[in-house]
Each structure stands twice: as C-alpha cells, then as structure tokens.
C-alpha cells in the first residue's frame, strides 16, 4: 500500500497499517489574501506540499508516513480587510484541532505532527499541543518550516511579516501559482509603515519575526491599516533557488524527525 493520503484509503487498510505507520503529518494553514500575486490557499498548499514530500521521501526510506486531510481554515483575523480571507477564532480553530487529533488516537495514531505554514496560527497551536499533551498524555508536535530551516534564512535579506521574500521564495518553490510581475514591496519596516499611517509605534516593539535582541511583543496589525496590497515586507526580492534551499531542508529534518518518533516508545 503506496497511498499515504489517509482520506484515500479503506478503513480496513487504515486497519492494516496503523501498526507500521512512524507518525500522521496534519497540514494547518489558512485561506487568506496573499497581496496582489499569491492565491488565497498559500499556506494550506504549502503545508500540504510539504508533508506530501516527506511522506513520499519516508516510503523510499522504508518508513511509513500517514497525511491526514488539510485543515484549510486558520486564525486570519487581521486579514479580514481582504475579501476572500475566511477565518476562525482560537478557540473554534483548538477544538477542531482536539477533536480531529482525539479521533486519530482512537484509531490507534498515537504519533502525531502538525505542519503550519501560517504565523498567526502559531501561538494558538501552541496552546493547543500544550493542552492536549495534558488532556490526552500525548505529545503532539509543531513544525514551521521557518523554524525547522531556520539555518536556511540567512539568504532572506528583508524583514519577515507577511507574504514578502521568505514566503514568496517559499510558494514558488512548491510550484504555486505566483504572479511574479505583481509583487511589491510595500510596508517594508512594519514599524515605520505605523508611522506612516499615524498609528502608535515603539523601537522596542517586535514587529519583524527575525527581530532579534531585546523586545516587546504586539499582537498583529489589521493589515489593510498599513498595507494596500497585504505585502508586509518585500516581496520583489524572492526568488525560487532561496525557497528552494528553504524547501529542501524541511523535507530532510522532518522525514529524519519521522523515523526518529516511529522508534521511539511513546
Ligand atoms: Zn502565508
């Protein structure tokens, strides 16, 4: 059984193989607006992509990894200023996550990852594998593929906020539809695009995600208030060799992360 896809297969061939399978991938995302030149499923198509390569490069490693069904919807609420961007609240988005993850336990996946191509999913996905870990006794774990290659940033020159150099390399590297002749690069320094647009601004305030010594935390703006196009950052500057770079890395740390848990006890 070569299908890793785990909606695509019979109940009685889940049955089979939840014995032999290392670890369930759970792609997380978002359905929401990506500038002028990203659809709309960037992140969901990201995740997805991501765990489809790493369960395809495991089968040829001799180790069996299971896809659960994309979860397309995230907490997108500050890009609600674009149409098109459907959102869910925390507490809709940790209960999905719960039920979802209680129901593949049942079945006996014990071993689970969620893969996340969305920032502002992030803290409430944290709270969701601290709480299910206490909950259900299981560890649930969190890649982001900015974390996992982090290493590989080095080549992104500009600051990271939304749909700018990292994310734009990203998306091209997994073959999505960008319009490159449409990318800009707008609210470039988040800090002083609030400025600009007359709102409070701090210089101790994190407002780039590679924002590094001391620092205030801010939750995020409403995007449509510093940004016409929903760029934050630069998107003119991607380009698919760092994407790629970016790509690669993940693949091979969480297809070795997914041997790795397949033998561990629990
Ligand atoms: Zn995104």
Redesign the pocket.
Known sequence: MDEFRLWKLTWREVADIVGETSAVLIPVG?I?Q?GYHIPLD??IYTSTYICERVAEKSLLEGVKVLVAPPINFGVSWYHMGFPGTITVNPETFIDVLTQICSSLSRHGFKKKIVVN???GNTSTLQVFTNRFYEEYGEKIYLCQWWDLASDEMVNIDTPMV??EEA?TSVAMAVGMRVLTDKTVREAFDRRAALKEHGLPAFEIVKYDARHRGPYINTPMDMIHHISESGVVGDATKADIAKGKRILDATVERLTEFCKQLGEAKR
Do not use: I
């Open positions: 978002s929401e990506h960037c992140d191509s969305h920032g939304h749909v994310e």
